[in-house]
Every structure is written in C-alpha cells, then in structure tokens.
C-alpha cells in the first residue's frame, strides 16, 4: 500500500510562485510513474505534469515553461515548482503514483491533494 501526502499548497498572488510536494511513504517514487493533476471549480481533474520513472517528462501546454516537476529519491518525494501562476491556475492540485494512462488519470494511487489559490 501507498500513501501519498501533499503539501505546499496555498494562497499566492499572479505572478508568483509555489513549490508543492508529494511524500510517499510505503513504496517509492523512483521506479514508478508519478504526475500531478489539478481540478478547478466546475472543470475536470486534468494532467499538469508526469515524470516517468525513467526521469523522463511531460507537461501541459498550460503550464509549459512556468511549472517543472522533480524527484528526490533519497526523500520519495516527487515535486511540483510552479512560477509565473495565473489566476486560472486556482484549483486543487493531486499528485498520483503508479500512472499507466494519465490522460485518462489511471494512477494506481492518488494523495488527498492541496489548494493553490492565485488571486488576481
């Protein structure tokens, strides 16, 4: 079993930045698949970000060039570097493990996920 808890979440002016992470604890990060998704009010949980467990990654068009996801091996935490936030990135952002199809966010386990609100 796996458990996955964010944190880092907040309230960030346009324009500024946060860091969110993603600690496991029961297996880890480095030999699988870890992404973080996002839900805004009234709108599906979509991708942001994947690396693979190669080191490989992926991003939203979105948030190309603004957000960059990293891993710590020695601390299984995965990581989420968010600048240059805009409003409409306010949502709750989930972080998943374990991820085969994350288009279609199939991820095997998936942390409690933490508010980023981005005031205008």
């Known amino acids: 079993q796996v458990q996955l808890v964010e944190s880092g979440g907040g309230l960030v002016q346009a324009g500024g930045s946060l860091r969110l992470s993603c600690a496991a604890s029961g297996r880890t990060f480095s030999s699988r698949t870890t992404a973080w998704f996002r839900q805004a009010p009234g709108k599906e949980r979509a991708v942001v970000a994947v690396?693979?467990?190669?080191?490989?990654?992926t991003y939203a068009d979105s948030v190309k060039r603004r957000f960059t996801i990293s891993r710590d091996n020695a601390k299984n935490t995965v990581y989420l570097q968010m600048n240059s936030l805009k409003p409409e990135g306010t949502a709750v952002y989930y972080c998943?493990?374990?991820?085969?199809?994350?288009?279609?966010?199939?991820?095997?386990?998936w942390g409690q996920g933490t508010q980023v609100t981005v005031s205008s």
């Open positions: 998943a493990t374990e991820c085969t199809d994350w288009d279609n966010l199939i991820c095997s386990y």
């Open positions: 690396i693979s467990r190669i080191g490989g990654r």
